[in-house]
């Protein structure tokens, strides 16, 4: 049985994830660029960096 706390972590995870590639999709193409980032590579960016990362 997985604990109740892995879930919740599992869950924050996700939702952390969701929330910053929601944040970098609402930015401009011109924006994206200026970081170094293309439209196209933003859920890969988001789910191999940072403590939000969500292992499948």
Not at 7 to 30: C, P, T, V
Not at 36 to 51: A, K
Request: glycine share 6%; with cysteine; proline share 4%.
């Amino acid at each position: 049985m997985i604990p109740l706390k892995k879930i919740l972590e599992k869950f924050n995870a996700w939702r952390r994830h969701r929330d910053a590639a929601r944040e970098l999709s609402q930015f401009s193409d011109h924006e994206l660029c200026d970081i170094g980032i293309r439209r196209c590579d933003i859920e890969d960016i988001v789910r191999r960096t940072g403590p939000g990362r969500v292992d499948a």
